[in-house]
């Protein structure tokens, strides 16, 4: 019977420190309902991994042959370490939940989404002084998007070894926008500014134009950043599925089907990279803090972006709206209609917020490609 106590007896404690991880991942997903979809498989993915001798991981048994698979592992190995796919599976779905529409009506708030960018590499410099190296820093600065797919696939793609701290922090500080994003705006802006309205008179957008925008912006950023083509294509090909008229069905199993599953394969996939003995480190720590750094200085680098943009223009814009251009899509647009109506309950700012927001989904699949282009470049010419 002393094979039954083996496992208890090969617990670590910073094995015990995961399960309280994956607990409290658990937690936020079912009590505060922070993104259930992931952070529910993500966290019982963690406890997983974590169990002594799992068999979950690749493990040898006597009297077999080889390395038996584990399944977790192969679906890691597979699914996010040899091609990516789930990641950009997800783009799909997530492509075609966005109504361009909004954006297209208003071009200025394409100005937002790159300036809600500015975290990024603002923290990608900084984690380069504290020491990491450049493509862990850069992997750590993606989290700045609040785009979770991304930070994976950037993190992954460069070989970072905290691809787990910076899945872990990407979908936190996603699911914690609503918490996050209204101090950050409340730190650099007065009530007289949040109370600013701005009408909202949209102009008719053919249906012809939704349809050719997606391929024009692939074509346009397989020229500019080609290491964001799959990012970027895999997005605008979900959105030409919801543009194109003829394609319905398909269209809402991408809405729902096909991203509730992949994101539901990808969170319990990712927690492989959780395992206790590269996830318990002192480092863990500072990249969640240098992840939320990135992502509130990308908040307020929209805010001040609208506040210049004030100062030459005649129809001012709520510097709130500029916040939007982060890629929490469609999160950060209701946190800035929401304090819009807390400042003034007569002041609708969805549809402007929702304008920024959709640029910001672009712009952080763009940045992730030209982060995917220039850190290696950088590297070789440095070596």
Known sequence: MEFLLEGFKAVTWQQCIMYLVGALLIYLAIAKEYEPSLLLPMGFGAILVNLPFSGVLNYTMEGIDGEV???IQWMFEIGIEAS??????????????IDFGPLLSNPKMFLFGAAAQ????????????LGFDLKDAASIGIIGAADGPTSILVSQVLK????GPIAVAAYSYMALVPIIQPAAIKLVTTKKERQIRMPYNPKNVSKLLK????????VIAGFIAPQSVALVG????GNLLRECGVLGSLSDSAQ???ANLVTLVLGITISFSMRADQFVKWETIL?????????????IAGVFFAKVLNIFSKNKVNPMVGAAGISAFPMSARVIQKMGLEADGTNHLLMHAVGANVSGQIASVLAGGMILNLIPEIISKLA
Do not use: R
């Not at 990516?84 to 939940?97: K, Q, R, S, V």
């Not at 349809?211 to 692939?218: E, K, R, S, Y």
């Open 69 to 71: 698979k584990g399944i």
């Open 84 to 97: 990516e796919a789930m990641p950009l599976l997800l783009f799909i779905g997530i492509g075609a939940m």
């Open 118 to 129: 500015f975290g990024i590499f603002f923290v990608i410099v900084i984690a380069v002084l």
């Open 160 to 163: 970072s070894q905290y691809v």
């Open 211 to 218: 349809i050719v925008f997606p391929i024009i912006v692939t």
């Open 234 to 237: 895999f997005l605008m090909f």
């Open 256 to 258: 729902n089907v096909l």
């Open 287 to 299: 990249i969640m803090a240098l992840g939320l750094i990135a992502f509130v200085f990308d908040s």
